[in-house]
């Protein structure tokens, strides 16, 4: 039996949108009698019904086969995915019931869409008519057979336009079996995974919430959330100048996927620093180095002020972690196999030799690092880097700034040498 109130609530639900719809084309409207015709024409039954007729011009999908090219005619699916693929693989089923469909045919019945769309007590009218539910069917204007008729047409739109097949445009595989026989296959688009992925995509990447905590970050305060970011998106376009044409989805992403890198991991060696002339040079390649230094110089270039007191605190915070930073970096190098500073392609200064590679088994080498004041000219070098970095910000730094950093740098450096000490 229908739920009186879920049929009060899909029965208002329906007339506003109907009245909605009417009243733009109304206030758009001039001619009286334009205007009559335009509130025939929404009238609730009378829309129905043409909507009813429109239905055949869509079909709400999961998987769309046109995303494989615009012209390609075939079938597409709405599927919720293999259960039985569980959590070892990503599919339509990892969302879990939470499916977003997306709605391919003609674009200029999207409106019949939008109305299918109509959410009620958790539950769309697609959904309801497909079900074949009592509360839509009671909700509906008109008599009982054409209630029915309505009903049937609109839960049609799940379903796959004619026999199913595929096209000479879409996409094909040949998938070879045990006796030498194979099936052909026809992907399609999981243009309703792709949404999702595409929605937390955009949120990490746009959303207010993410704006703020990177400004956190990059100012050094603190935040109550963090934030994710997506390197290395490629992005692949469909349809073109014309969206529409692909889908609903399609368009509300603006004919964007944002796909993430399928590559295998590229190894990058934190050992023996071959063929490198300054380590500061490889160090600034870093990424996490690269960002601190870039919150620093956006930091200071803002800063109207560098002698305020809370302008030097904040700085020196950065200075302290990029040195922390290099000198953790360094301690991975200092694991390596003794003696790789001797090799050839050893291109470094005598003096980061001697701090890099400090159990060589070499008596000169030991006697050279006992005696000679390479800390210091490990720090002049890094005071050097680090002006040369902070320039690219168009920074007044210069020599004053060179012995800051040289200053923090040696004591760091020092107090390191004290703590690896026999």
């Known amino acids: 039996m229908p739920d009186p109130n879920v049929v009060a609530q899909l029965r208002q639900a329906i007339a506003d949108f109907i009245a909605e719809r009417g009243q733009a084309k109304l206030d ?15 009238a609730p039954e009378a829309w129905i019904a043409d909507a009813a007729k429109r239905a055949k011009q869509i079909q709400i999908v999961t998987h769309a086969l046109k995303y494989a090219h615009p012209d390609a005619r075939g079938t597409s699916l709405y599927v919720t995915g293999n259960e039985y693929a569980g959590n070892t693989l990503i599919g339509t089923h990892s969302l879990q019931g939470q499916i977003t469909p997306d709605v391919v045919g003609n674009a200029a019945a999207l409106d019949v869409a939008k109305f ?22 009671a909700a509906l204007p008109g008599e009982a057979s054409q209630k029915h008729a309505w009903l049937e047409a609109f839960a049609a739109v799940v379903q796959p336009k004619g026999s199913v097949a595929s096209h000479k445009l879409a996409k094909q ?25 595409w929605e937390i995509l955009s949120e990490d990447r746009f959303s207010e919430e993410s704006k703020n905590a990177r400004a956190a970050h990059r100012d050094g305060a603190p935040y109550p959330r963090g934030y994710r970011e997506w390197p290395n998106l490629l992005i692949q376009k469909h349809g073109s100048t014309k969206p529409q044409n692909i889908s609903q989805l399609n368009t509300e992403r603006h004919g964007e996927v ?17 063929h490198v002339t300054n380590i500061f040079d490889r160090f600034g390649r870093l990424p996490e180095i690269r960002e601190q230094i870039e ?19 904040r700085r020196a915070q950065y200075v302290e972690t990029i040195i922390d930073t290099l000198l953790h970096y360094a301690a991975a190098i200092q694991q390596s196999p003794p003696g790789w500073s001797a090799a050839s392609e050893c291109e470094l200064p005598e003096a980061q030799r ?12 030991q006697e050279r690092r006992a005696e000679s004041d390479w800390p210091r000219k490990i720090a002049e070098s890094f005071g050097a880097w680090f002006n040369e970095q902070l320039r690219r910000f168009r920074l007044p730094v210069g020599e ?15 107090d390191t040498l004290k703590e690896m000490a026999p």
Do not use: M
Request: cysteine-free; aromatic content about 14%.
């Open 28 to 42: 758009k409207a001039k001619d009286e009698t334009k205007r009559q015709t335009i509130r025939q024409n929404f």
């Open 173 to 197: 595989l040949y998938w070879p079996l045990f006796d030498g026989d194979y099936h052909l296959l026809a992907p399609l688009f999981a243009t309703s995974l792709v949404q999702r992925v």
């Open 258 to 274: 944002w796909l993430l890198p399928s590559l295998p991991p590229r190894w990058q060696a934190r050992g023996v620093p071959y």
């Open 354 to 365: 001697l701090w890099l590679d400090p159990d060589r088994d070499d008596p000169e080498f």
């Open 295 to 313: 919150a620093l110089g956006t930091f200071l270039a803002q800063a109207k002020d560098w002698n305020n007191a809370k302008i030097r605190s």
């Open 400 to 414: 004053a700034e060179f012995h800051a950093w040289r200053r923090e740098f040696e004591a760091s450096l020092t």
């Open 116 to 137: 299918l769309s109509i959410e009620v007590d958790g539950k769309p009218l697609w959904q309801r008519a497909a079900e074949r539910d009592p509360d839509l069917l």
